[in-house]
């Protein structure tokens, strides 16, 4: 018997993101912009912060679809500075935020 395939993720499930970006992403408007890009994909709650290593965090908290849209920017979009890589992890929402905030 074979093992089943795990099924494909559920677009509009709701999920929670958080990513790690690395590189040249502080003091550059990185935050703001991703601030922005959560927002002009809409219907996404969370954060983005600063870390005392250099990495800024990203939170997001939202529809599968719209993650994966704003883990995509932050990988491979026109972000400020310069992206060196992204680690991510998925989670279950855990809530608490009112919108996408810059902290």
Excluded: K
């Excluded at 502080?26 to 969370?46: K, Y």
């Excluded at 719209?66 to 026109?78: A, H, P, T, V, Y």
């Amino acid at each position: 018997m074979c093992a089943s395939r795990p099924s494909a993720p559920d677009p509009s499930e709701t999920v929670r993101l958080t990513a790690w970006v690395r590189g040249r992403v502080q003091g550059v408007g990185f935050r703001w912009h991703t601030r922005a890009r959560a927002l002009a994909i809409g219907e996404l709650c969370g954060f983005a912060s600063n870390l005392a290593d250099g990495r800024v965090q990203v939170v997001a908290e939202g529809g599968r679809e719209r993650c994966e849209r704003l883990l995509s920017w932050l990988r491979d979009g026109d972000t400020p500075g310069a992206v060196s890589g992204v680690t991510e992890i998925w989670d279950t929402p855990r809530g608490g935020y009112e919108d996408f905030a810059i902290r």
